[in-house]
């Protein structure tokens, strides 16, 4: 079974280069979508566990992974689909949340529950001067993983990746 464990860590390693459709600066398991990688013979399955229920960037996100497994050699790859538990924010790398920062996106704050009762998170820090004093325009912004902010400091608009 040496040689199996051996594959498995290569396919992890090879699944760690593959970025999020949507934001490419960020990689699927800084996203922590990633649940499980098994092999039987030549078959590789992989589970992910969708972020955002719908979120058009799953289709994406299974074809990419098949694509770059397939190229590297691995040529039955199934992609598994698990729901429970549900993909949190909270899964997201402390890495991924930075990268996010600088690609001028405001990462998740915290755990989940606030914002959903709420719907609107307060003092999200502005990715571009890190000033608090942020408003929310629009629950939606260029992906409904997101929301649409304004600073009031430096009076840019920017993304707020949401909590869930
Ligand atoms: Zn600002």
């Known amino acids: 079974m040496v040689t199996q464990d051996k594959k498995i860590n290569?396919?992890?390693?090879?699944?760690k280069e593959v970025p999020d459709p949507e934001i490419p600066v960020l990689?699927?398991?800084?996203?922590?979508?990633?649940?499980?990688?098994?092999?039987?013979?030549?078959?590789?399955?992989?589970?992910?566990?969708?972020?955002?229920?719908?979120?058009?960037?799953?289709?994406v996100f299974e074809e990419d992974i098949t694509a770059k497994l397939n190229e590297s050699g691995y040529k039955q790859v199934s992609i598994k689909?698990?729901?429970?538990?549900a993909?949190?924010?909270?899964?997201?790398?402390?890495?991924?949340?930075?990268k996010?920062?600088?690609?001028?996106?405001s990462p998740p704050m915290g755990s989940s529950d606030k914002s959903v009762l709420t719907g609107i998170v307060k003092n999200?820090?502005?990715?571009?001067?890190k000033s608090t004093k942020t408003e929310l325009v629009s629950q939606f912004g260029s992906t409904p993983c997101k929301a649409l902010y304004q600073c009031s400091d430096c009076k840019e608009p920017f993304d707020y990746f949401k909590c869930i």
């Open 27 to 59: 990689t699927l398991t800084d996203l922590g979508i990633v649940r499980e990688i098994t092999m039987s013979d030549e078959k590789v399955e992989v589970t992910i566990t969708p972020t955002y229920t719908g979120c058009p960037a799953m289709k």
């Open 81 to 85: 689909t698990s729901l429970s538990p």
């Open 87 to 98: 993909w949190s924010t909270d899964w997201m790398s402390e890495e991924g949340k930075e």
């Open 10 to 15: 290569e396919l992890w390693e090879l699944i």
């Open 100 to 105: 996010l920062m600088k690609y001028g996106i």
């Open 124 to 129: 999200v820090p502005c990715p571009q001067c």
